[in-house]
Nanobody
Framework: EVRLVESGGGVVQTGGSLRLSCVGS????????IGWFREDAEGVREALSC????????TYGSSVKGRFTVSLDGAKNTVYLQMNNLRPEDSGVYYC?????????????????????WGQGTQVTVSS
């Protein structure tokens, strides 16, 4: 059974940083993509990043590009999302996802982000 567990959320002031972690287990393959999504207070879900396991290539959404960085520690089965220069509009529930059918991250604003499996989410609140 695939399981994803996020942690690292919290409250931070505008301009601050947080690092989210996502520990994966039960993966049926070494080839997969990992995504991060954010759901705001209105329930709008936004794809933030994608990382492909074979080559570590990454893709970012336009709202976080240049501020967020995703990385993978294969030995720990953990994906990190380093978030810098946080803004109030970054507030929301952050979800880690994994997909074993989508093995290549989208290279533009269109395309499919990994969404086969989801974690339970972690809350991030950025105060102004």
């Amino acid at each position: 059974e695939v399981r994803l567990v996020e942690s690292g959320g919290g409250v931070v002031q505008t301009g601050g940083s947080l690092r989210l972690s996502c520990v994966g287990s039960g993966f049926p393959s070494d080839e997969y993509t990992i995504g991060w999504f954010r759901e705001d207070a209105e329930g709008v879900r936004e794809a933030l990043s994608c990382l492909s396991s074979p080559d570590r290539r990454t893709t970012y959404g336009s709202s976080v590009k240049g501020r967020f960085t995703v990385s993978l520690d294969g030995a720990k089965n953990t994906v990190y999302l380093q978030m810098n220069n946080l803004r109030p509009e970054d507030s929301g529930v952050y979800y880690c996802t994994a997909d074993f059918d989508i093995r290549i991250c989208p290279q533009g604003p269109l395309g499919n982000y990994p969404d086969e499996y989801w974690g339970q989410g972690t809350q991030v609140t950025v105060s102004s």
